[in-house]
């Protein structure tokens, strides 16, 4: 488990104010100030009320992709000197969008509360993943969120020990089978695809307990 939410919370809004200081993110940093203000006391509250949490990443902030693009994410994200890619062909990202079950957020920042990278279901498929997720009363991540996880904790794709490389069936292509997925690849961070039904080793759905906004 890392640190405790609060602090944890605090680190990535550090993080996050320095990105965009010096231009990583183009958003307005006294706006940044204010959502993440009011965002924080939401944080403390399911912190103090002593949530049980499953997953081993307490919370993450998360930008809705207005704010910032796959490829200036991926590009942010290294391995040994190497900068983060994408390759999906014959995809792209924009080819997925977020299943209509899954309650996102419409502000420009909230946050995922409890996530998990889903180590317990290594060789488990993502459609098999997805049905014991829902029955625990959790949801898949997003591409999009997945991606700034890992984004904020680098180690979930390096760290076996605590961590493990994500599947996101939070966003899929209509009945297409294919589901997004962020690993190390030739060295690199790569955002790419694997199938629906496939199970892996070193791969797991990713899922959190609840999205919470600011205000």
Not at 8 to 13: A, I, N
Not at 25 to 36: G, I, M, N, P, V
Not at 113 to 139: Q, Y
Request: charged residues 25%; hydrophobic residues 40%.
């Amino acid at each position: 488990m890392l640190s405790d939410p609060v602090a944890e919370f605090d680190r990535q809004v550090d993080v996050l104010f320095q990105r965009i200081r010096n231009n990583v993110f183009k958003y307005d940093l006294s706006k940044f100030q204010q959502q993440t203000a009011e965002l924080r006391p939401r944080i403390c509250d399911l912190d103090t009320a002593q949530d049980v949490r499953e997953g081993n990443i307490p919370v993450v902030i998360v930008f809705r992709i207005q704010v910032a693009s796959y490829d200036n994410l991926l590009c942010q994200l290294h391995h040994k000197g190497r900068e983060g890619y994408i390759e999906m062909t014959p995809k792209t990202p924009e080819s997925f969008v977020d299943i209509d079950s899954l309650a996102v957020s419409e502000a420009d920042i909230y946050a995922l509360w409890d996530v998990d990278t889903g180590g317990s279901m290594l060789n488990i498929s993502p459609s098999d993943s997805v049905d014991m997720l829902e029955s625990k009363g959790r949801t898949p991540l997003t591409m999009y969120e997945g991606v700034q996880c890992v984004l904020a904790i680098p180690e979930i794709l390096t760290d076996k020990q605590r961590f493990n490389a994500i599947q996101m069936p939070g966003s899929r292509i209509g009945g297409d089978q294919r589901v997004p997925s962020i690993w190390i690849s030739k060295g690199a961070p790569r955002l790419g695809w694997c199938w629906f039904g496939n199970i892996h080793t070193w791969l797991a759905t990713a899922s959190c307990k609840s999205r919470v906004q600011g205000g």
